[in-house]
């Protein structure tokens, strides 16, 4: 990569601008019990909202920081994205209801998707094809490391400071990756190949993308791949405190699923020059299918609390690997013919593939009974139809030019 930057520091400040979602809601999953009893007592579950505010808001500026980027260049867009995440978590920090906590959260939400979605338009402005994926997949092994131990720090935050110490973590951890980028990582769209930020050019980037039938289904798989990682995240915890009663170590359990599940991504990046990311994506997801068939079969048989436990930390691992296997090459599927939009690309994936997959898993969530069933039977569900897509996928790129 020309610049300063060389490739390996480059993929570890990529890592760390994704890594910036998961240590926002991983590290939050400690404090919800505390900040439902201090800020929501009469009803302590509505504490989770913590969580998809913090997920709405991110859908809702992924729609515009991959155009304001297109328009005025990277570095300038993640600067006002970390400041207003930055100010949102003081607010938050400050907050004295959970009114204003979600408020704040939404916010955070907004300015944290700057750098998720810049940071995809970035690689992509430097990286195509199968190096590009091999970039995300490097980047998304470092990223995995975060939430391995977010819910380990966000618990040692908490025993120290208690629950408005996580906030303060976040406003360090963002001020430390600006500083990292502004230093050491040149602005990568050029001047000349900037586009107006101008309704009907946005417009025309939309139709651009929804024209091209592979970009269509990559949006739809990765909805579906996220969506079974949001709705497992969603209902892990009860599934730990409630069937389990492993609350106390919920989190050293999750860092230990996101450690053994981080080898997805060094796998990827190892597999994918030579296998193509279509292949390794349905593949992936076929595998899915079984596992989980697999998991509903065996509960359905009167298990020991020992083995329905192992089997359960199985399943999440395999959900985790399947995310580290396929959402690197379905981004990369998806931006492969967009590099001339591909801010406005990154955006309009970003934010569909994320509203979507928040509105699927939080449906899902709700129908928690104190059983897997309702998790098993989405993440079956969706791990199909993702299958299926796949499938059609490759009939699409039989029939396109090479």
């Known amino acids: 990569m020309a610049g300063r930057m060389s490739r390996g520091e ?30 929501s007592p009469d009803d302590i579950n509505q504490a989770q909202l913590i969580l998809t505010s ?45 009114e204003m906590l979600l408020i704040a959260r939404i916010f955070q939400g907004i300015g944290c998707s700057a750098p998720r979605v810049v940071a995809m338009a970035i690689i992509r402005d430097l990286y195509s094809g199968r190096e590009m994926a091999r970039i995300v997949s490097i980047a998304m092994m470092i990223f995995t490391l975060v939430p391995a131990i977010a819910p380990m720090m966000g618990a040692g935050i908490i025993a120290l400071t208690g629950w408005r110490g996580i906030f303060a973590s976040f406003v360090l951890f963002s001020l430390i990756t600006i500083v990292w980028m502004g230093l050491r990582l040149p602005e990568s769209l050029a001047a000349e190949n900037r586009r107006p930020l101008r309704l009907p050019l946005m417009l025309d980037a939309a139709r651009q993308m929804f024209a091209h039938p592979t970009v269509r289904v990559s949006i739809m798989v990765q909805t579906l791949c996220l969506g079974m990682l949001f709705t497992m995240l969603t209902m892990v915890q009860p599934i730990y405190d409630i069937i389990h009663d492993s609350a106390e170590s919920f989190p050293f359990w999750f860092g230990f699923v996101a450690l053994m599940s981080g080898s997805a991504s060094l796998l990827n990046a190892a597999l994918v020059i030579r296998l193509g ?18 998991v509903i079969v065996l509960n359905s ?82 791990s199909t139809l993702g299958f299926g897509l796949m499938l059609h996928m490759g009939r699409i790129e039989n029939r396109l030019p090479a």
């Open 301 to 382: 048989i009167d298990l020991s609390p020992t083995l329905s436990f192992a089997v359960f930390v199985s399943w999440q691992t395999a959900v985790f690997f399947m995310a580290g296997m396929t959402m690197g090459n379905l981004n990369a599927i998806a931006m492969e013919p967009m590099g001339h939009i591909a801010g406005m690309a990154a955006s309009v994936i970003g934010a569909i593939s994320t509203v979507l997959a928040a509105a699927i898993a939080a449906p899902i969530g709700l129908l928690f009974d104190g059983s897997i069933a309702p998790l098993a039977a989405g993440i079956l569900t969706m």
């Open 277 to 294: 990311m279509r292949r390794i994506v349905t593949w992936v997801l076929g595998a899915q299918i079984v596992f989980t068939t697999s």
């Open 54 to 98: 913090f997920v709405l808001g991110m859908g809702i500026g992924t729609f515009f920081t991959g155009p304001l980027s297109d328009a005025f260049g990277r570095k300038p867009v993640i600067y006002v994205g970390s400041a207003l995440y930055i100010l949102s978590a003081a607010v938050a920090w400050s907050s004295s209801s959970l």
């Open 10 to 39: 480059f993929v570890a400040l990529v890592a760390m601008m994704f890594a910036t979602i998961a240590f926002s809601i991983d590290s939050m999953l400690p404090a919800l019990p505390e900040i439902g009893a201090q800020l």
